[in-house]
C-alpha cells in the first residue's frame, strides 16, 4: 500500500543530539492573535502542519494577510475590530480541536452566521463543552444532536460577560472563553481546572487584560475586554508532546543517550516528563531559560537499567494527556503492573486513544485490562516481538500512528502501519526525525 509504512528492523542504541519543529499548541494561538494585532508579525519554526495551515487559512478567509516562507510567517493584523465577515462564510478546520475550539470564541461577535466545519475525526468529537459557555454569552450557535460539527455561530448585539467553572480541565475549552471574554465589554470570570496555559502566558505577555490566581487544585482568571494588541514576533519552541516519542523509545532502549534543543517546558506541559522519571528514565533540563513568558530547556535522557512499574497519580493526567500512548508502551516494558485511571479525555480525542493504545499493546502480546476510563498494563522487562503487527483503521490519528512507529522500533517484529500521512496533522517531519535514528 502506498501511504503504509513498514518496518522490519529494531534499533539497538544511539547517542544523538536532534532538533524538533514549533509547538503545535503555539503555533496556532499565535496565528489567531496575530490576526487581530495592531501590524505585521513575524513566527520563525511556526510548525507547519496541517493543523496550523488550516488556522492560517481561517484568517484568510476573515480578512486578514498572511505570508509564508518554509517555516517564518508574516501575518499582518487587522486589529481587533477588524474581521471582515462575509454572509455564508465557511471555516474548515480540518482536523483540529483547538482550532475548532478557540476559533468558536473569537467569532463571538460576527453578525452574520459563520459555519465551523471539520475532518471526519473532528466531526466526531463533542462541542457541547464550548457551545454551553458561548451561548451564556448570549452568542446563538447550532450544532447537530449529537453536539458535533458542523457549528454554526452568529453573535449578539447584546453580548455580555460571564462566570463560568470549567471542570473538564481543557485548555481548549478556557482558551475559548478567554478569546470569547477578550471579545465581550465587562469581567469575564472563569474557574478553571488545571490544564495548559498558553493562552494566559500569551495574553500577559502581550500586556492584555487578564488577571489569574494560581490555586492547588484550579485557576481563576479574569479577563476584561482587549481594545488593542500589540504584534508579536516569536521565535516557536520545539513541541514536547512531539519529543515524547523520541523521549520513550530512549527510554525502551539500552545504552543511549539523546539531546532535544530548545523545547517548551511549560510546567502544564511536563506531566509526562514527571511521569517517566518516576519509571526510572533519567531525564534532565539543561540550559533552561524564559522566552516570552514560557519557559524553554534542553532536554537530556538517558536509557535506564531497569524501568518500574507506577500507580499514576491521576492529577498528572491533563499535563500528559497527548503522551499516554507512548507512556503505555514504557509500562510495556517496565517491571509490575503500572495502573492509570481517570482517563475519559483520552477517547475524546482525535480517536479513542485509550482503547487504541490498549489494543496495540494486546497486539503486542502485553497483558493489559481495561475499563472505559482506565488501564492496568502487566509489564514485560523482557519483552520482544516476532511477529506480524497491522495498524489500521484507527482514524487516521497522528498519536497512534507515531506510537506505533517508536513500538515498532522499540520491540521489534514485523509492522504494517497504515496512513502516513497522518503526521502532518502535527509533526510532518516525523519520519524523516526517525530516519536519522536509523543511521
Known sequence: MQNQIVIKKKINNYNKKII???????SIRWVLISSLANGISTAKNLLMSE???AAINAIRKLGVKAKINNTICKIYGVGVDGYKYRKGLTINAQNSGTLGRLLAGLLINS???IKIIGDKSLSKRDFKRIAKPLRKFG???KLKKNYTLPLTIKGSQNLKPIRYLENKGSAQVKSSIIFAGARTSGR????SKKSRDHTERLFKYLRLPIKLKKKKNFDLIEVNKVKKIEPLNYKIPADLSSCAFFIALTALLKDS????KDVNINPTRTAALTILRKMGVKISLVNKKIYKGEQLADICIKSPKILKSINCPTYLNSGAIDEFLVIFLVAAKAKGISHFKNLDELNKKESPRLRWGSKILKMMGVKVITTKNSIKIFGNPKLKINKK??????LKDHRVFMASVIAALSFGGEWHISDRDAVNTSFPSFLKVINKFMR
Open 139 to 141: 452568542a446563538h450557535l
Open 389 to 394: 503487527i497491522v495498524i489500521h483503521k484507527y
Open 188 to 191: 469575564t470570570i472563569i474557574k
Open 51 to 53: 493543523d496550523v495551515i
Open 257 to 260: 543517550k539523546l539531546t532535544i
Open 111 to 113: 453578525p452574520h452566521p
Open 20 to 26: 524538533i519543529p514549533g509547538d503545535k499548541s503555539l
